[in-house]
């Protein structure tokens, strides 16, 4: 149940954002989970909305994408998808791979929506 | 509609405190080992095994983590090393805050080993860096050896699997060389050991592993600071 340190931690990189951008209000953020990085999503999704509720951050969208466990082949150079803990390269079939993805937590973007249309108009270009 | 990239990691702010306690280490020849099991697979009787075994002289330190109580520090702390209990009051993993405000009065540089016992976990500690040289997973064969399977994320970030409680092999059945194919499919480069912390069994192993890895780490250390 690490999942609430870990909601609690994109809400304030989210609020870190808000404090540049005072004129926008965040509406979606978005999360990178490897399928090697031991988050479970429905437990995030839970905490995050339990502690975006009553915030302003309440109507926050949170958009996960789920990362694959990928391999670089040590002998030909392949890059793969492992499933089910294949780890034989399937150009020349060698076990000697290392892992370059699948191990993510990271945020990868905020969406910002101007809230006062009058401010943006003010801040233009001449 | 604007969208701001930020390609940050989540837990950044563990990640810095973490990369500083790893620098601390480094610079102090610290080398810091994080063990990671399930509740009752017997870190601490492994570690209470491995203090009884090391000269009393010895420059060891040992935090130890759970929820609640201070039995294992107390348990720890027999052995004469300076041990000091972290209580997390209901978090279920160790982070590097933690580590560094118990560091705070000790001197590293009076230190070669550092134990940390995690809180015992197999999921949640495994995303939280306490800026060690190396993960230690240890798993009892009384729990199955499909455990590397179910718990991957824990068994991909160690570099050594300790299967502790071998004395119980004969009364229950566990396969340890399936287990260890198991983790190795997780971890293809896994090192494997197997002590029992009952009869002292496989330790003479963990204590050279203990050794020679220190030996390379501190290597690399040199390495480190003989490159411009």
């Keep these: 149940m690490h999942e609430m340190g870990i909601a609690n931690s994109i809400l304030e990189a989210v609020r870190t954002e808000m404090r540049r951008y005072p004129a926008s209000r965040p509406v979606k953020v978005g999360l990178k989970i490897g399928e090697m990085a031991a988050i479970d999503e429905e437990s995030l999704r839970f905490c995050f909305e339990a502690l975006a509720n009553g915030t302003n951050l309440a109507h926050l969208n949170l958009a996960i994408q789920i990362c694959q466990r990928r391999h670089r082949c040590g002998d030909c150079g392949r890059e793969f998808v492992v499933r089910d803990y294949d780890f034989e390269c399937p150009t020349c079939h060698s076990f000697s791979s290392t892992c370059i993805a699948g191990d993510e937590l990271e945020l990868s973007y905020v969406e910002l929506k101007d809230d006062e249309p009058s401010t943006v108009g003010a801040e233009s270009p001449q | ?228």
């Excluded at chain 2, 118990?102 to 540089?109: F, P």
């Design chain 2, 1 to 228: 509609m604007n969208r701001v990239p930020l390609e940050q990691k989540v837990l950044s702010e563990n990640d810095r405190v973490a990369a500083s306690l790893r620098d601390r280490f480094r610079q102090h020849d610290v080398f810091c080992l994080n063990l990671i099991s399930s509740p009752g697979s017997g870190k601490t009787s492994l570690l209470e095994r491995t203090l009884a075994a090391l000269p009393k002289e010895a420059r060891v330190a040992v935090l130890t983590g759970d929820i609640q109580t201070e039995n294992d520090a107390v348990r720890l702390k027999r052995f004469g090393f300076p041990t000091k209990q972290i209580t997390t009051g209901g978090t279920c993993h160790l982070d590097a805050r933690m580590i560094d405000r118990h560091l705070a009065d000790w001197d590293l540089s009076q230190l070669d080993i550092l134990f940390i016992e995690n809180v015992g976990n197999l999921v949640c500690p495994s995303s939280y860096d306490l800026g060690e040289a190396a993960k230690i997973v240890v798993l009892s064969v009384t729990e199955g050896e499909d455990k590397p399977l179910k718990y991957p994320s824990i068994f991909f970030k160690a570099e050594l699997m300790i299967m502790n409680k071998t004395d119980l092999l004969p009364h229950v059945p566990f396969d340890p060389d399936l287990c260890e194919e198991n983790a190795r499919r997780i971890h293809p480069n896994m090192h494997c050991l197997r002590v029992s912390s009952l009869t002292g069994a496989g330790f003479s192993e963990w204590l050279q592993w203990l050794e020679q890895r220190r030996k390379s780490y501190l290597e690399l250390q040199l390495e480190t600071v003989v490159q411009p």
